[in-house]
């Protein structure tokens, strides 16, 4: 069996339904056969460590080889973690209750942690604050967060053992966004995406901004949870339109209110810089964050920041009319050359 046999068997095998479902939007974009499209695939994935998704949601179907190597794909953005991300410090990111701790002045609002608080300091949390948002300590994509009031849940105390049996013991305070983002969309907290990367003298690189926006009535903005994403003009702190879903859709306004994106003025955005550049000297350790902020009437206010960066957001079709990569920004900031030397 040679090397071309080998690898289009190994993806036979794979035989998913995530992989299937990507070669027949390929196929129905492209026009072209299932088998070629498996073959294309296999080779980006062997010569671009690109997977299955990064092979449809950035078009690399459509590209030539040199587009295509300046892609960050799945691989590369993973080579970029492991070799800037010390594991050892990536608890202060994941765990929720250590970030407010270490971010105290950064994060804008209260929050109390119910695993380790009495109902008494729960039932005070309430009478000060009202409604709250419910987290699980751990956690990506917005899950199993909540927006909760005691009154809708019956009592205090039903919604206190809920919680916490349910594990949902982180409790914050609901932020109150600035009324263009409430313009937005007004039934999320709709945050700015922030990629940051720290070189090998600690100063800061802004490499990528974007807005995670809410739809449909969610009370979650994440990308991956059914939100939409917006590419922001780094310098000008404005919107550059269209947004997109994780399924491929573009939208030049927001489906909701109807808000056109494109151009669109983001408050504070001298400020949000500020903060992130502010964040990133926090965990010396840590060097590829994604951040994400509010910005409130006051000014931006640090929500989270995750050491594992989605790469899947940078680089969709909708918003990459000239084909263009990632790669060389974040190669300006590290060079990947010697990310790859750390493997």
């Known amino acids: ?36 499209i498996l073959w294309d695939m296999a080779l980006c994935a062997f010569r671009h460590q690109a997977g299955y998704h990064d092979y449809t949601i950035f078009g690399m179907y459509d590209m030539t080889e040199e587009q295509r190597k300046n892609l960050l794909t799945r691989g590369k953005n993973q080579a970029y973690i492991e070799a800037l991300n010390d594991p050892a410090d990536r608890h202060y990111f994941e765990n ?6 270490l971010f105290a002045d950064e994060i804008g609002r209260d929050y109390l942690d119910i695993s380790n608080a009495t109902f008494d300091d729960f039932d005070a949390f309430f009478q000060k604050h009202g409604q709250m948002i419910a987290k699980p300590e751990a956690g990506l994509g917005g899950k199993d967060v909540e927006k909760v009031d005691p009154e809708e849940e019956g009592s205090v105390v039903a919604l206190y053992n809920r919680l916490k049996t349910g594990g949902q013991t ?30 090998e003298h ?23 949870s059914g939100g ?14 269209p947004a997109a ?14 808000i056109h994106f494109d151009g669109y003025f983001l408050p504070y955005w001298k400020e949000v810089l500020a903060l992130t550049a502010k964040a990133t000297q926090k965990v010396p350790g840590v060097r590829f ?13 640090l929500v989270a920041g995750t050491p594992t960066p989605g790469h899947d957001i940078y680089q969709l079709v909708a918003q990459n009319p000239e084909k263009k990569g990632m790669l060389p920004a974040f190669d300006a900031a590290v060079p990947y050359e010697w990310v790859k030397s750390k493997k």
Request: glycine residues 6%.
């Open 170 to 199: 982180l409790i914050e305070e609901v932020l109150e966004q600035h009324a263009a983002l409430d313009a937005l969309y007004p039934d999320a907290v709709n945050t700015v995406r922030m990629v940051t990367i720290t070189d």
């Open 96 to 101: 929720k209750s250590e970030f407010l701790e």
């Open 245 to 258: 879903s994780l399924e491929g859709e573009a939208f030049d306004a927001h489906p909701d209110t109807g």
């Open 289 to 301: 964050v994604g951040w994400d902020l509010a910005i409130t009437p006051k000014g931006p206010v």
């Open 202 to 224: 600690n100063a800061p690189h802004l490499i990528y901004a974007a807005m995670r926006l809410g739809r449909s009535g969610s009370v979650i903005d994440n990308f991956h």
């Open 228 to 241: 939409l994403i917006c590419p922001i003009d780094l310098k000008k702190g404005v919107l550059i339109g």
């Open 1 to 36: 069996m040679n090397w071309a046999e080998y690898i289009i068997n190994s993806f036979k095998k794979l035989r998913t339904q995530d992989v299937k479902d990507c070669i027949d939007q390929v196929e129905q974009r492209t026009g072209k056969s299932k088998a070629t």
